[in-house]
């Protein structure tokens, strides 16, 4: 798993390459950490490159989300792919956080 | 060959049972005395009721055999549990644990932050966990809330569970991890074996009819249980249970909130209006946002968008107020603070009551104060769980035993569990009876504490032969009720000539006898080989406990009290000690009421004052197995477990 952070306007989106299993959970979770922290409150999590998701990698957009909104900003995903969108319904996080088609639209009116 | 004996036995138990228990009901209950016969013959119908669930269990005892092997590459953490235990006992385990041949990482999860455990854990080059800085004034949920935190600071594909005394054997992954190359199976589980025990065993500690027949009866039927110690738990399914409940949990909060919002605001509008207070029309404004947000979450838009999009039109709402009365506001805000929603003791459950949330509805709030009052509110509950130290509880929480909970859930989801019957960890058990007491009390309440908030018979996603398994385990608590209408009958009926069935004659006894021989071969057969007497003893035996665990645990679910619950101690008391009798004290009235009743039951005989002696013969002999199944807790409070400090260095 790769990951890569760009700035948007009102935003920093977080790039994530390859499969975000429970090994590369505990680092995203980090990484949203240390974004939040060195000021970035709105945070978009791009999963376009993102082939694989399983429960770890759900928990660690969870544990953004709320370090993101404790800080007064938050987070939205974008980008999800097939097999990330079934992940989201079966766990109901869709029922959480909505996935956005792309990072354009995640940023947009927000 | 058995299975088959086993299923004939309990037809014809079942049977028996049926036919006897029926005749009671319809033809044998003495009105007359109704107020012991009532009594009696339900203490009979539970005890039909507890044979029909153990019939079940044991109906598809399931024998696995040899494991397969672990699959490739799995990658595993191991556990070890820790609170208060010695530091020497926790050392040992991850000793063994380093040990163990499968690859794997060890962790020792110390609860209790010891400077000195996270040296011996350096020492021996295993990793060290503890709370992280989120936990700090939130609940911590106990052992739960220990293995959470762990959860997010690991990786492997797989956990072992040890608790601090737990000592592995080095093959214990090896045949346990095969079982996983099933991807729907989330929990391997292994007997609990303990080492501190002598051969006759007069705490019962050892529970080998339940690590054994029925535990392959639950297998049998998919509902093999997690017994928090010594089980293999496959991470994905943990997880994935973690967002369910995160998701259910922060909905249902959410609309709460939202709803008590609607009606704080309502109240402190009419009453700015009534006041003329101009700065109470925003108020209006509110009212709508809150409306949306709930016509947004009934319409099925995400959480974190209607909740996000809430709280910032609050935060607009808000400006526009400042600089109206600041006095109040300052009022307002000392209240807000202490807002911070109650909480259960024992589990640190939020209590979301009705009570509470009318208290904050109904007092008298400033304008800005109800916004900010509201903001607080929802903030408390929302997808950010910041009544919590993380949002996702992966190990339930609902309970102080969260083994069974976490288990019942993960049946729920469809995952399947193992019970794998090979003993790979010795452990230590509770030395002393005051230890043991606390122990069971513990379990007790625990079981009880899930059947009242998660009852299985209503829990989606289980089957029906689920529900029951978790249903027989559950209900094999409430016989401290039963128990006692076991001793009070044969005391009145030989003392005052109490006959609480129309007649202890033949008839009763050809239909009594039949039932309880094969109840009695059954439990023979079903338990060969292995001790089941104290079991037996002891579900009579610990009634004032059983029923103490029914009480404190309704009291505690419905009313809110404190359980009462301690952490049991794996260390005993040593030296000498005087006989605990005040923890037998309900036992000793028990045994001596009915030795002066058989007494008086002989002498009334004898002097004519009764007249029936198959009426006599059958209480006294009903007397003396009570009096035998009671012996066990007199023993068991002499009882000084065997010295094991050799057994810890070696």
């Not at chain 2, 029926?22 to 009532?38: G, H, P, Q, T």
């Not at chain 2, 013959?41 to 539970?46: G, I």
Request: proline content about 5%.
């Amino acid at each position: 798993m790769e990951f890569s952070t760009s700035e948007q306007p009102g935003a920093v989106v977080v790039h994530c390459r390859g499969r975000l299993n429970m090994v590369a959970a505990p680092r995203l979770k980090e990484l949203l950490s240390s974004t939040v922290e060195s000021g970035g409150q709105r945070v978009v999590v791009d999963l376009t490159g993102t082939d694989f998701v399983d429960s770890s990698g759900l928990g660690a957009l969870v544990g953004g989300l709320k370090r993101c909104r404790q800080a007064g900003g938050d987070l939205r995903i974008a980008g999800a792919g097939q097999q990330v969108l079934t992940v989201l319904s079966l766990t109901n996080l869709d029922r959480v956080l909505r996935p956005y088609a792309d990072v354009a639209a995640a940023v947009d009116g927000w | 060959m058995r299975l088959a004996l086993i299923r004939v036995l309990v037809t014809l138990t079942l049977l028996a049972g049926t036919v006897y228990v029926s005749w009671r009901w319809l033809f044998s209950v003495n009105w007359e005395y109704w107020w012991i016969a009532v009594p009696l013959v339900l203490a009979e119908t539970y005890t039909l009721v507890d044979a029909v669930l153990f019939g079940l269990t044991v109906w598809r005892l399931k024998r696995r055999g040899e494991p397969p092997p672990p699959p490739e590459d799995a990658t595993v953490d191991v556990f070890i549990t820790t609170y208060d235990e010695p530091v020497e006992m926790v050392t040992a385990t991850a000793v063994a644990a380093l040990d163990i041949r499968h690859p794997h990482r060890t962790w020792v999860l110390d609860d209790g932050d010891r400077p000195e455990m996270r040296a011996a854990a350096e020492r021996l080059g295993v990793g060290y966990l503890t709370r992280s800085e989120d936990w700090r004034d939130r609940p911590r949920h106990a052992k739960a809330g220990n293995l959470n935190n762990a959860l997010f600071q690991t990786e492997g594909e797989f956990l072992l569970i040890l608790d601090a005394d737990q000592i592995p054997d080095p093959a214990i992954l090896d045949r346990t991890l095969g079982y996983f190359r099933d991807p729907r199976v989330a929990l391997v589980q292994t007997p609990q074996w303990f080492t501190n025990v002598t051969e006759s065993d007069p705490l019962g500690s050892q529970a080998p009819l339940f690590y054994g027949p029925i535990q392959q009866g639950k297998d049998g039927w998919n509902a093999a249980f997690f017994c928090g110690s010594n089980a293999v738990l496959r991470r994905e399914a943990l997880m994935q249970l973690g967002l369910v409940g995160y998701v259910r949990e922060t909905h249902q909060a959410v609309q709460q909130a939202l709803a008590t919002a609607s009606r704080l605001v309502a109240r402190t509008l009419r009453r700015a209006r009534r006041d003329g207070d101009p700065a109470g029309e925003v108020l209006v404004d509110v009212q709508q946002a809150v409306a949306g947000a709930r016509r947004a979450l009934a319409g099925g838009e995400p959480l974190a968008e209607v909740t996000g999009a809430f709280q910032r039109r609050l935060r607009e709402l808000s400006r526009e107020l400042v600089g109206a009365d600041l006095q109040a506001i300052q009022a307002d805000l000392g209240e807000i603070a202490e807002l911070g929603m109650e909480q259960d003791q024992e589990t640190g459950l939020v209590v979301v009551d009705e009570a509470a949330l009318d208290r904050l509805a109904e007092r008298e709030w400033s304008p800005l104060g109800a916004i900010a009052s509201v903001a607080e509110l929802l903030r408390s509950v929302d997808v950010d769980r910041g009544d919590e130290a993380q949002p996702m509880m992966p190990m339930a929480t609902v309970s102080v035993t969260e083994d069974m909970a976490t288990c019942m859930r993960l049946h729920g989801l469809g995952w399947r569990s193992v019970y794998h019957h090979e003993v790979l960890a010795h452990g230590l058990a509770p030395e002393d009876l005051r230890t043991m007491l606390q122990q069971r009390l513990r379990w007790s309440q625990g079981t009880l504490q899930v059947l009242l908030r998660e009852n299985p018979l209503v829990q989606r996603g289980l089957t029906w032969g689920q529900r029951l398994m978790y249903l027989a385990t559950m209900w094999s608590y409430l016989s401290g009720f039963a128990a006692v209408v076991f001793l009070v009958a044969p005391v009145l009926y030989l003392c005052f000539g109490v006959l609480p069935v129309e007649a202890f004659g033949l008839q009763f006894l050809s239909f009594f006898i039949p039932y309880m021989v094969l109840n009695q071969l059954l439990f023979a057969v079903v338990g060969y080989g292995v001790r089941t007497w104290r079991g037996h003893q002891y579900s009579l035996a610990l009634f004032p406990l059983w029923i103490r665990a029914c009480v404190t645990a309704a009291a505690n679910v419905w009313f809110g009290r404190p359980l009462g619950f301690v952490v049991t101690p794996k260390t005993g008391v040593r030296g000498r000690q005087p006989f605990p009798w005040r923890l037998v004290l309900p036992q000793l009235v028990a045994v001596t009421a009915l030795v002066v009743a058989c007494v008086v039951g002989v002498v009334r005989l004898w002097t004519g004052a009764a007249s029936s002696t198959i009426g006599t013969a059958v209480n006294v002999a009903w007397v003396a197995y009570d009096l035998l199944v009671m012996s066990v807790i007199f023993q068991a409070a002499r009882y000084r477990a065997p010295g094991r400090d050799e057994e810890l260095v070696s």
